[in-house]
């Protein structure tokens, strides 16, 4: 599995290339329009388990976060530019993730898989 880490300066790097423009997962060949409910495309990703190539995954999110995220060279560091696009996106809202499956999955299986790579990032914190 790819690390979270890797997985967000990739999309990140999407975002600020390609950003509002139809996609495709190279992983899965599976499409994303660029719009969706007149969100702009960000980028996409795949979920993998072991060699298992689950779902792709696509980020859209508001035009005003795409904006904000326009005054970032190419050249920015990675950790900043992630946190433009957290920022831009908590202060812009909606976004949304449209998940697409690849492999045939139960219910169950894909809400635990979710929640196994969403958890470590959004943890609740204990009273």
């Known amino acids: 599995m790819v690390s979270s880490s890797i997985a967000a300066s990739c999309l990140l790097l999407l975002v600020v290339l390609t950003c509002g423009s139809a ?4 992983a ?5 329009a660029p719009k969706l409910n007149g969100l702009d495309l960000f980028g996409v990703g795949v979920r993998k388990k072991g060699p298992i190539k689950v ?3 696509g980020m859209y999110a508001s035009q005003a976060a795409k904006e904000s995220l326009s005054t970032l060279s190419r050249q920015a560091d990675k950790l900043k530019a992630l946190a433009t ?13 449209l998940l697409q499956m690849n492999f045939k999955v139960g219910a169950e299986k894909m809400a635990n898989a979710i ?11 204990s009273d």
């Not at 996609?23 to 190279?26: C, F, H, Q, R, Y």
């Not at 899965?28 to 994303?32: D, E, K």
């Open 23 to 26: 996609m495709t997962d190279k």
């Open 28 to 32: 899965t060949g599976i499409n994303f």
């Open 55 to 57: 779902y792709s995954v």
């Open 85 to 97: 696009l957290r920022s831009s996106t908590k202060s812009n809202p909606p976004t949304t993730f």
């Open 115 to 125: 929640a196994d790579s969403v958890s470590p990032r959004h943890s609740v914190p």
